[in-house]
């Protein structure tokens, strides 16, 4: 069920206001986004305050301060206290958004802001273990997304939210065959339709197209496994905001699977000392990688592998992709000493794969 709410959720969408009457609004709106993708959250509320005074009766505002919150305390839902205003602003977004939508059925930017708040209550609330409410937001979210598909003539924004579903419609359940079943409640998909919309979402959206860049190399690195298409999109967004951490941890992850460890190594140094323990846990992890395979340090990269999984246990971050990196290079190092043991690491890596490469891989070295 978590993956079918995940799939509605469309995960850290900013699709703000593209039918705003006025393009200055716009503008305001685009900037002060930057400020937040780009970790300044001093300059970032300025312009959220300004906005809030001039369109008091907006729900952009309340979105915005969720997604200031969000990327200031990433992972936002590992502290209860903020997880809980992050929340609230989202509860407050869509409310005010439903306000709009009595008045104006159908209005694009209203549309957009319903989608957008209770997507992110959706995966917020699974993320907490609030089952039961965050299908409640998935279900209501996934209402306003059908909307949404119709409008694409009306704004290059819904490509984002519609190339999502497509994609992510017909990965689950082929990723996944125990999801099939549910997936009868849900229009169908089209992959292949679903990444070219966020082609077009990542180059023509005005405020869309940096979440779409970030999903396209997602989608690019780990499920369609095309690493120079993935590597492009990663370092779009990290030149573009170079003080992201997270989209400084997409971009290293990139450069690793096309073997540039000269050029991801600082950044995973950086990324090592961060106050984050999910981006702690990048660091280490891809260092470990930078260890072994460029290096040939095995020491010190079964170190940096094993301090790796120790933070993902300790902050119970269930990150299955990060933990089967890990024993992937684990299973090397103890085949490269021939021990035995390498095995246990090897079958580890393929229960938490969830890649068709990674698990190639480790079926690789299992025959």
């Known amino acids: 069920m978590r993956r079918i709410i995940i799939l509605t959720s469309l995960v850290i969408m900013v699709i703000l206001a593209p039918a705003m009457a006025q393009k200055r609004s716009l503008d305001k709106v685009r900037q002060g986004m930057d400020y937040i993708y780009n970790q300044d959250f001093q300059n970032s509320q300025s312009i959220i305050t300004e906005i809030e005074r001039t369109s008091q009766k907006s729900a952009i505002p309340d979105l915005m301060k969720a997604l200031q919150t969000f990327w200031k305390y990433y992972p936002v839902h590992l502290e209860e206290d903020k997880l809980e205003i992050y929340q609230k602003y989202l509860v407050s977004s869509y409310s005010r958004s439903l306000e709009v939508l009595k008045s104006d059925p159908g209005n694009p930017e209203a549309v957009f802001l319903a989608i957008a708040s209770q997507g992110l209550l959706a995966e917020s609330y699974s993320e907490s273990g609030r089952s039961f409410k965050a299908v409640g937001a998935a279900?209501?979210?996934?209402n306003y997304i059908k909307e949404g598909s119709q409008k694409l003539d009306q704004s290059k924004e819904f490509y984002l939210s519609t190339g999502l579903y497509n994609y992510y419609r017909e990965y689950y359940p082929d990723a996944y065959p125990i999801y099939k079943p549910f997936m009868y409640f849900f229009m169908k998909g089209d992959k292949h339709k679903g990444i070219q919309q966020l082609e077009v979402a990542a180059k023509e959206a005005s405020i869309a197209h940096v979440i779409?860049?970030?999903y396209l190399c997602y989608i690019y690195m780990r499920y369609e496994y095309l690493?120079?298409?993935a590597l492009r999109q990663g370092?779009?967004?990290?030149?573009?905001?170079p003080k992201n951490d997270l989209f400084t941890a997409i971009f290293l992850e990139s450069l690793i699977i096309n073997k540039r460890y000269q050029e991801a190594?600082?950044?995973?140094?950086?990324l090592q000392s961060n106050p984050?323990?999910?981006l702690k846990i990048y660091g280490d992890l891809f260092m470990g990688v930078i260890e072994e395979k460029n290096h040939k340090n095995f020491t010190n990269a079964e170190r940096l592998y094993r301090k790796a999984l120790e933070l993902n246990d300790k902050y119970k971050m269930k990150r299955s992709h990060l933990e089967a990196f890990a024993y992937l290079g684990l299973g090397r190092i103890y085949e490269h000493k021939q021990d035995p043991k390498a095995r246990k690491y090897f079958k580890e890596a393929l229960d938490q794969a969830y890649t068709k490469a990674m698990k190639n891989e480790a079926k690789s070295h299992l025959n």
């Open 139 to 142: 279900k209501r979210a996934y």
């Open 212 to 214: 779409a860049q970030y």
């Open 227 to 229: 690493p120079l298409k």
């Open 235 to 241: 370092r779009k967004l990290h030149e573009t905001y």
């Open 265 to 270: 190594a600082p950044l995973a140094r950086g």
């Open 276 to 278: 984050s323990p999910y």
